[in-house]
């Protein structure tokens, strides 16, 4: 885990193509909304919705592998099941280990 | 006609999709950087792109935005993107306007959920510009080839109310030429679908002016407006000379030489004419490529009528035969006419009922008034088809009693004011002329033009025909009545007939017309001469009222009775080749008397 890249390079390669000028307002976006969205999964996983965790979880996951965040997404996709397997510890662990690669991911991007 | 209609054209557009569209794609998507980069690579890829948050909002916006194409994320928060596709596609209505689903979802069963609630496809992120431009151009395509399918359905849909439209107003006008004249008779039973005409079938039936009937069985070659278009001269010509006094063979030739004009190679009328005379008690008919026809007798015997002429329009007028099958009938037989649908019916196997088929109905019957029915159940359940087919006519004539067969005024007298009341003419037919021309339609058509003669039309044809075929037959064929009054004798007096009209040198009929006016009404002076050897009246008179209930035993003398009857006065001159009546009449309906 430790030896895979936090973002895929051939991936940031294709959206600062796409992006154009936009690319770094993307970035910001994508900063944002993903700090947005972990604030919402720990407010669920204090309510033990695993419902909305699940959801959540799943969106966020959308959003990593179209940014390269490949590591990421594939945290994200673990906490989606275990949200959807209503695993409520597990899934504490696990947004715990998302917190951790998502600061990561933030420092790779804002290094850029 | 108007409107082009070319679905090559609209197909052909497809095949040039090297040239990209640009499409109005609505996208929903609430993952803000997933949009972002979603509508980027949208706009890179040429296309015009609206925005919305959620699926609520798609569903609002369809409408305004009127997409080509719609991208919707799978899962939305308010209206999910399953739920918003469902709705979309009730929307769009007959439209297709494709969804493509946009998912992170990797199971299988998840992305099958996508198709059923009505995706066309889905796109699977990371997004990828290779991919998602194929799959626009794939669905661009699709919905086009919808587009343009629904435009030919609704033209083609459009095309056959026109054409339905067009057939109706076309009978309208069809109608009004070829109204159904006689066939309401009680002896005539006909079945012919109301569009037969479309069909190339034709069915006319008309009173003579002095009596008895002519109906005609016609069936075009080919189908819809071509195979009809043909049958209005038909049908004007028919009614026409019908009403003017002309007989079958007249009608014939007249019908040949048109369609012949008229037709182009390869196109003609299958025909067959049938000529009731019940006072004489015959039947003249002829047919010209139709199934058999039939003559079914009270007695139970049965007699075909197989065509031995080509069918009408085919040959110029000089080889066209007008020649006619002569039977001496009584009340109660019948004739059947048919085209070859009848015949060519076929049952599921497709096999064809054919023309044993008929001859085994026909043998089965106890009364030939059951002919119809027997035929008509017949073809219904062999087809298998509760409805006879469309090119299907049959048609039968019963031989009515006498009485029914009196000419009878359906028109109310013409107003004609106007028209020569006061002349006399003369009117003589010479030589080889007496074998091919009848003199009776002229000399109806000069009485006619006298002010309310025509509401005598009946009678007046029938005292110069009475006149003319005594003066043709008797006086200048020298043909004696006798013969008539047994079967062999009946066929020998027409091939006598035949015989002695190809050798006319040197006799006439003359006919001197005169007419004066009286208030009301007015005096008809006819004066009948020819040069034949002279005929005993007196003689034929005593003997015709004593064999005069057998009908058409001794037509000779019948009509004799009848010239008694209708004249004021009556004298036979000379040897009885100079017959001279006054007819006195005064205007109304033929049948107030």
């Known amino acids: ?112 | 006609m108007s409107g082009e209609f070319s679905p090559s054209q609209t197909l052909n557009s497809f095949s040039g999709s090297a040239e990209p569209s640009r499409l109005r794609i609505l996208v929903a998507e609430d993952n803000k950087p997933d949009r972002m980069i979603l509508c980027a690579l949208l706009q890179k890829l040429g296309h015009e792109v609206f925005e919305v948050f959620d699926g609520t909002a798609a569903v609002d916006q369809f409408h305004e935005v009127d997409p080509d194409i719609v991208l919707l994320d799978a899962m939305m928060p308010e209206l999910d993107g399953l739920s918003a596709a469902r709705q979309i596609k009730s929307m769009a209505g007959e439209r297709l306007v494709p969804v493509i689903f946009l998912t992170a979802l990797t199971d299988p069963k998840e992305l099958a959920r996508c198709l059923e609630a009505g995706g066309d496809d889905f796109l699977i992120k990371p997004f990828n510009r290779v991919i998602l431009d194929a799959k626009l151009n794939a669905l661009d395509r699709m919905r086009r080839l919808h587009q343009a399918l629904a435009e030919q359905v609704d033209q083609v849909r459009q095309k056959n109310e026109q054409m339905l439209a067009e057939q109706k107003t076309a009978r309208r006008v069809f109608d009004n030429i070829a109204h159904t004249g006689s066939l309401d008779s009680p002896n005539i039973r006909y079945h012919a679908s109301p569009m037969s005409v479309f069909n190339g079938d034709v069915l006319f039936a008309a009173t003579r002016p002095g009596g008895g009937s002519l109906v005609f069985l016609g069936d075009f070659t080919g189908h819809g407006l071509p195979a009809a278009i043909g049958a209005m001269p038909v049908a004007e010509i028919f009614y026409g000379m019908v009403g003017q006094g002309f007989g079958a063979a007249a009608i014939l030739r007249e019908i040949n030489a048109k369609l012949r004009r008229i037709l182009p190679v390869g196109m003609f009328c299958c025909g067959a004419m049938l000529e009731t005379d019940s006072r004489q008690g015959l039947v003249r008919a002829w047919n010209g490529g139709l199934p058999d026809a039939w003559l079914l007798r009270g007695s139970g015997e049965r007699v075909a009528i197989p065509s031995r002429n080509l069918p009408l329009g085919v040959q110029n007028a000089e080889n066209f035969s007008t020649s006619m099958v002569v039977f001496q009938v009584t009340p109660g037989d019948h004739v059947l006419l048919m085209t070859d649908g009848f015949p060519e019916s076929a049952n599921e196997q497709g096999e064809l009922l054919g023309e044993s088929g008929v001859r085994q109905v026909l043998a089965g019957l106890s009364s030939p008034s059951d002919a119809f029915d027997a035929l008509m159940h017949r073809v219904r359940e062999f087809t298998g088809q509760p409805e006879a087919a469309d090119d299907l006519t049959l048609c039968c004539v019963a031989i009515p009693e006498l009485e029914q067969a009196r000419p009878s005024a359906r028109k109310p007298p013409d107003a004609e004011p106007i028209g020569p009341a006061d002349w006399q003419c003369v009117y003589e037919i010479r030589e080889r002329t007496l074998s091919e021309f009848n003199p009776l339609p002229l000399l109806l058509h000069i009485c006619m033009e006298v002010p309310g003669l025509r509401s005598r039309s009946g009678e007046v044809y029938t005292l110069l025909s009475e006149l003319y075929n005594n003066a043709l037959e008797h006086g200048v064929l020298a043909l004696s009545s006798d013969w008539k009054s047994s079967p062999r004798g009946f066929a020998l007096y027409y091939e006598e007939r035949q015989r002695r009209l190809s050798d006319t040198d040197g006799h006439f009929i003359r006919f001197s017309l005169s007419h004066e006016s009286r208030d009301p009404g007015g005096r008809l002076r006819v004066i009948c001469e020819d040069s034949g050897a002279g005929f005993d009246f007196a003689e034929h008179s005593a003997r015709a009222s004593k064999t005069r209930s057998i009908p058409g035993s001794s037509y000779a003398g019948r009509g004799l009775e009848l010239l008694r009857r209708m004249a004021t006065h009556f004298h036979v001159h000379g040897e009885g080749n100079r017959v001279e009546i006054v007819y006195d009449w005064q205007p109304g309906r033929e049948d107030d008397d």
């Open chain 1, 1 to 112: 885990m430790i030896d895979q890249p936090h973002l895929d390079e051939a991936a940031l390669a294709e959206l600062r193509d796409v992006m154009e000028d936009d690319f770094g307002v993307l970035v910001d976006t994508f900063l944002a909304d993903s700090r947005a969205r972990l604030r919402h999964l720990h407010q669920v996983l204090e309510q033990e919705d695993s419902d909305q965790l699940a959801k959540t979880a799943h969106s966020f996951k959308g959003s990593c592998i179209n940014m390269g965040a490949t590591h990421l997404s594939e945290l994200c996709a673990q906490l989606e099941r275990a949200g959807k397997a209503a695993d409520l510890s597990a899934a504490a662990r696990l947004l715990d280990g998302v917190e951790a690669e998502f600061a990561e991911v933030a420092s790779c991007f804002e290094q850029l």
